[in-house]
């Protein structure tokens, strides 16, 4: 049994890293998470000596085998509650991650696994994201940006490298959700932003800074 506190520190290294297996280091953390690198310090050496994390000097910090785990157990919790909130409760895509969190530090493996059920066994939550399986095992999607598509070329959205409110609510604004087909009918050198249509219908102008946050199915 992990606190609050600790299951937060669990999936931020997870998620500084690439699925678990790359060092990060205090300071990375601790911007995330909006404490003192000290305070990160000390939770690392609680962590540590429950053998979820180990530190290599001068490189960072590795989640252990049992880390990358509870890892991928909380994340499980959490996107399996985003679909639930989407799908059940009619929540839109910019308005679960908060609620999520929350639930997320639910410690009933039984709940999780009914709820699974409930759903259907969803293999993705509502922002494209591979929803972990009940034995940690993830299958991560082949895609690409949309910033990498050249004139002429299409792909369907299959997921959100942001996933900030802000953002979600702009595509929102202009169209743009999973499931769309977009095709780029033109690129503009000077900065970068793109003229997309959606469904072979809407044109919109996107910028270098929200086709870098969309990826598209390879």
């Known amino acids: 049994m992990h606190s609050y506190t600790e299951e937060n520190y669990i999936k931020t290294i997870y998620k500084l890293s690439t699925d678990g297996k790359d060092a990060v280091n205090t300071n990375a953390i601790a911007e995330v998470l ?29 989640l252990t085998p049992e880390g990358n785990k509870k890892a991928l157990q909380i994340i499980r919790k959490h996107r399996l509650w985003e679909v639930f909130l989407v799908k059940k409760l009619n929540f839109s895509w910019d308005e679960v991650h908060e609620v999520a969190e929350q639930m997320e530090h639910i410690q009933s493996p039984l709940l999780i696994q009914r709820l699974d059920e409930y759903l259907g066994f969803p293999k993705q939550d509502p922002h494209g994201d591979p929803i972990p399986n009940e034995k940690g095992e993830i299958n991560q999607n ?62 919109v102008l996107i910028s270098a800074e929200v086709s870098k946050n969309i990826f598209i199915s390879a």
């Open 142 to 203: 082949q895609q690409r940006l949309a910033a990498d598509l050249e004139i002429n070329e299409s792909g369907v959205v299959v997921g959100v490298k942001d996933t900030q409110p802000a953002f979600l609510q702009h595509l929102n604004k202009i169209g743009i959700y999973l499931g769309a087909r977009l095709q780029v009918l033109d690129k503009v050198e000077y900065d970068k932003s793109m003229e997309v249509s959606i469904e072979d219908n809407k044109s």
């Open 34 to 62: 909006q404490t003192k690198p000290a305070s990160v310090s000390d939770m690392l050496k609680k962590l540590s000596s429950k053998n979820i994390i180990h530190y290599v000097k001068y490189r960072g910090v590795f």
